[in-house]
């Protein structure tokens, strides 16, 4: 994915709020960035590029689901052009920011859980 084309045009699409951070994602014609401030840094942050057609993917494939955890896509999806955990997690996290996942807070132990919605 080459970054320069990647970041013409980017659109807000929206946050996504994890354990300890929010993460905000940004869409453009070649897919998603999923941007985070740094905790111990003053003025700097984190940046992931998320396909276009992972997401799609992932999304067709999981939709309806319930208590989808990062480590559990990561292991099933591996063909859905999904690298590992973190990829997973930036994944879900533009479902969320998208409105096509939600996160699930009943859940106390240490990983995220989400509910992929039904097409």
């Known amino acids: 994915m080459n970054i320069r084309s990647l970041a013409k045009g980017l659109t807000y699409c929206g946050e996504a709020?994890?354990?300890?951070?929010?993460?905000?994602?940004?869409?453009?014609?070649?897919?998603?960035?999923?941007?985070?401030?740094?905790?111990?840094?003053?003025?700097?942050?984190?940046?992931?590029l998320v396909r276009r057609d992972a997401v799609s993917r992932i999304r067709k494939s999981y939709a309806g689901r319930q208590d989808v955890t990062a480590k559990q896509l990561a292991v099933r999806s591996r063909g859905a052009g999904v690298r590992d955990a973190l990829h997973a997690l930036?994944?879900?996290?533009?479902?969320?920011?998208?409105?096509?996942?939600?996160?699930?807070?009943?859940?106390?132990d240490t990983r995220l859980h989400f509910n992929i919605a039904p097409r």
Request: hydrophobic share 35%; no cysteine; aromatic share 16%.
């Open 17 to 48: 709020k994890g354990k300890r951070q929010t993460y905000y994602v940004f869409e453009s014609a070649a897919g998603f960035v999923v941007m985070s401030a740094s905790r111990t840094k003053r003025a700097s942050g984190y940046f992931n």
């Open 90 to 108: 930036n994944v879900l996290y533009v479902l969320v920011a998208t409105g096509a996942a939600k996160r699930d807070d009943r859940y106390q």
